[in-house]
C-alpha cells in the first residue's frame, strides 16, 4: 500500500479530529456566558471519548483501502516518513505525531514501542511551525495601573457586563500589593496574559505572568458569572497556588490551543515543578499527556538506578501497586483474583477508572493514564517485587531475560497514603489532615460521587497537604445510594447481634456506620466528629442528592475561600 496514502489518511483523520476538538472547546465561551453549567459537563466528556471515535474511525479508512493486504513494519516505517514531511507544516505537529501512533497501535499485532514505525520520540527538537503573533498580550503599568488592569480586562469581549468593575480592579491592585510587598515601583512592570482563556466548570481563567526586571510571578485572575454578571472572584500570583489551579486532581480545560506546544511551554515557565505531560492533560490533551508521559518516564530511567518496589502503604484487595522511589508516580495493576469482600469483576473496575477520568474530579480525586503492553527493564525489578507480581497479577505479567511487560495498568501521581501521614502528623496535621479529608468527601460528594470505600488509606496527602482519593473500585455516582438511618433495635438479642438483623440493600449505606469503622483511634474519631460530624447524618446525604437531582451544579472552586474577594461596595 502507498506510503503516501497512509500517511495522507491518517493526516485527515486528525485534522477532522482537530477541527471538532476546537469546536467543542471554542463553545466554553459562550456556555460560561450563558450559565450552562451541565452542557459544559457533557461536552467535556463528549471531547475525551471522541478521540477514540476518531482513530476508529481512520483505522477503518485504512483496512478499507488495504484491503486484505496487512501493514508490514515496512509499510509503517515508509508511512512515518511520509508523514513527518506532512506534518511539518502543523501548528499541531505534536498531537499529531501522538494521533499516527495511536493508529499504529490499533493496527499492530505486536504490542513492540519501535521507534521506526512510531513517534516514541518526537521528530522535531523545536516547533517546526511557529505562532505568528505572540501567544500572549503585554501590558505595561507605568502610573496608570487602574487604566491597565480594567483595559486587560476588557480585552477579552465577553458579551456580558461587569458587576463592578472599578471595584474588581481595586480588589486586583490591593491583592497584588499584598501578594507581592517585594515590588517597590510601578515603573517597569509589565504583565502577560495569554491571549487563551481557560475554562473550567464555572469559572474562566485568565493565566499569564508579571515581570519586574529579571523577576517574574505567576498571575491568574478568576472570573465568575453571576446572573449574568461578571466579576473578579480572586487573583492569584503565587507558584504553589497555581499548581493547585492546574492540579492532577482537577477536570481538564476548555483552552483553545492552535500551538500546543507553544502554550505548554509558556505553562512551564509558570509552573517548572509540573511534568509537561501533566500540563498537556489539563489543557484536554491526554493522549499526548501519554505521550509526554512515556517520553519523561524513558528519560528519567536512563538518569537513574534505583529499582522498582512495592508501593509504601497497606496492600490494595483490587490492585497491585508499585513505584520507583526517585519517580513521583505509581504504577498500578488489576490483581487476577480479588478478596472475597470486593463483589466486582476486573471490567467493572476498569469502566469505574474511566468514569473518573471522564467525570469533573474537583481536585479530590487524581487523574490517571491507563496503558497497554507497558515494558520495564527487568534488571530495575526487585525480586520482592516480579514475586509480587506473579503471585497476584500473573495474568497480566510477561517476564522475559530484558524486560518486565505489563499487559495493562494505570499511573498515576505518588501521595503519601493518609492512613500513614496521620501516623507521624503534629497535632496541628493532624487536624488539617481531617479537616481535609472531610472536605473531600464533601467535595467529591457535590460532584455525585460517592466513593465507596472512605477508608484512610484509600486517600493520599499531596505536597500541598491536600487530600485526595485514588482507589476507585467501589466509586458510584453520589444519586444511585441509597442513604439510611439505622433501624432501632426491637429486642435485646437484636440489639447485642453481631450481624445486621434488619434488611440490606445492595445500593444501602448507613452513615452513622461511618463513626465506627473509618477510625480506630477514640482521638481521631473526635476531631473529625467535631469538624464534620454532618457526614455521619443520612439527612445531610439526601439533600445533596435533592440538589444534584434539581439539576444544580454545587460551587467547588481551585483556591480557599478566604482568596476569594470581598463585593460589598465598602469592603472593597
Known amino acids: 500500500m502507498d506510503a503516501q496514502l497512509v500517511a495522507q489518511t491518517i493526516c485527515d483523520g486528525f485534522q477532522r479530529y482537530r477541527d471538532r476538538f476546537a469546536e467543542i472547546t471554542l463553545a466554553a465561551k459562550p456556555r460560561f456566558e450563558r450559565a450552562a453549567w451541565l452542557e459544559g459537563q457533557i461536552a467535556s466528556a463528549e471531547r475525551l471519548e471522541m478521540y477514540k471515535s476518531h482513530t476508529h474511525g481512520v483505522v477503518e479508512d485504512l483496512r478499507r483501502l488495504a484491503s486484505a493486504q496487512n501493514l508490514t513494519p515496512a509499510h509503517w516505517r515508509a508511512a512515518k516518513h511520509a508523514y513527518v514531511d506532512i506534518i511539518r507544516r502543523l501548528p499541531d505537529f505534536d498531537l499529531a505525531e501522538t494521533f499516527f501512533n495511536s493508529i499504529n497501535r490499533d493496527m499492530s499485532e505486536s504490542w513492540e514501542v519501535d521507534d521506526t514505525q512510531m513517534f516514541v520520540w518526537s521528530e522535531f527538537e523545536r516547533a517546526p511551525v511557529a505562532p505568528a503573533v ?60 495569554l491571549n487563551t482563556v481557560f475554562y473550567r466548570n464555572k469559572g474562566a481563567y485568565l493565566v499569564g505572568k508579571l515581570l519586574d526586571g529579571d523577576r517574574f510571578w505567576p498571575v491568574v485572575l478568576a472570573i465568575l458569572n453571576e446572573h449574568d454578571e461578571l466579576y473578579v472572584d480572586t487573583l492569584i500570583c503565587d507558584e504553589d497556588e497555581l499548581s493547585v489551579v492546574f492540579s492532577f486532581t482537577r477536570s481538564y480545560f476548555m483552552a483553545d490551543a492552535p500551538h500546543p506546544s507553544a502554550l505548554v511551554e509558556y505553562l512551564n515557565e509558570l509552573l517548572p515543578g509540573k511534568m509537561r505531560s501533566e500540563l498537556y492533560a489539563s489543557i484536554g490533551m491526554h493522549k499526548h499527556g501519554k505521550t509526554e508521559f512515556y517520553r519523561g518516564f524513558l528519560t528519567h530511567l536512563a538518569r537513574t538506578k ?97 524486560l518486565v511487560i505489563i499487559s495493562h495498568l494505570y499511573t498515576e501521581r505518588l501521595m503519601t497514603p493518609l492512613n500513614l501521614y496521620i501516623e507521624s502528623a503534629t497535632p496541628r496535621e ?46 458510584s455516582y453520589l444519586t ?67 440538589t444534584i437531582r434539581s439539576g444544580q451544579v454545587m460551587d467547588v472552586f481551585p483556591y480557599r475561600r478566604k482568596k476569594r474577594f470581598a463585593r460589598r461596595a465598602d469592603a472593597a
Open 134 to 193: 505572540p501567544i500572549f498580550t503585554s501590558y505595561r503599568f507605568g502610573r496608570d495601573m487602574v487604566g491597565t488592569v480594567r483595559a486587560m480586562l476588557d480585552s477579552f469581549a465577553f458579551i456580558l457586563p461587569w458587576q463592578d468593575i472599578d471595584r474588581d480592579v481595586r480588589n486586583v491592585l490591593r491583592s497584588l500589593a499584598e501578594a507581592r510587598p517585594e515590588i517597590k515601583r510601578t515603573t517597569g512592570l509589565e504583565v502577560q496574559i
Open 306 to 402: 534505583d529499582q522498582f518496589i512495592i508501593a509504601p502503604g497497606i496492600k490494595g484487595m483490587v490492585m497491585s501497586v508499585f513505584t520507583l522511589p526517585s519517580y513521583q508516580t505509581v504504577f498500578k495493576v488489576i490483581k487476577d483474583e480479588f478478596a472475597p469482600q470486593k463483589n466486582i469483576t476486573r471490567d467493572e473496575v476498569k469502566e469505574k477508572y474511566y468514569t473518573v477520568k471522564t467525570h469533573d474530579r474537583v481536585g479530590r480525586m487524581a487523574d490517571t493514564q491507563e496503558f497497554d503492553h507497558f515494558t520495564f527493564p527487568r534488571a530495575r525489578f526487585s525480586d520482592e517485587l516480579v514475586n509480587e507480581l506473579r503471585r497476584v497479577a500473573a495474568s497480566s505479567l510477561t517476564l522475559t531475560d530484558d
Open 430 to 475: 493532624l487536624r488539617d489532615a481531617l479537616d481535609e479529608y472531610g472536605n473531600a468527601i464533601k467535595q467529591l460528594a457535590a460532584a455525585n460521587i460517592f466513593p465507596g470505600d472512605m477508608l484512610l488509606k484509600n486517600f493520599g496527602v499531596t505536597r500541598h497537604g491536600r487530600v485526595v482519593f485514588y482507589d476507585y473500585d467501589e466509586i
Open 480 to 546: 444511585d445510594v441509597n442513604f439510611r438511618a439505622l433501624p432501632e433495635a426491637r429486642t435485646a438479642e437484636e440489639e447485642l447481634s453481631a450481624e445486621a438483623w434488619y434488611g440490606v440493600g445492595p445500593h444501602d449505606v448507613f452513615p452513622e456506620e461511618f463513626r465506627r469503622f473509618l477510625f480506630a483511634k477514640p482521638e481521631i474519631k473526635r476531631i473529625f466528629t467535631e469538624l464534620h460530624g454532618e457526614l455521619f447524618d443520612p439527612e445531610y446525604w439526601c439533600g445533596l442528592q435533592d
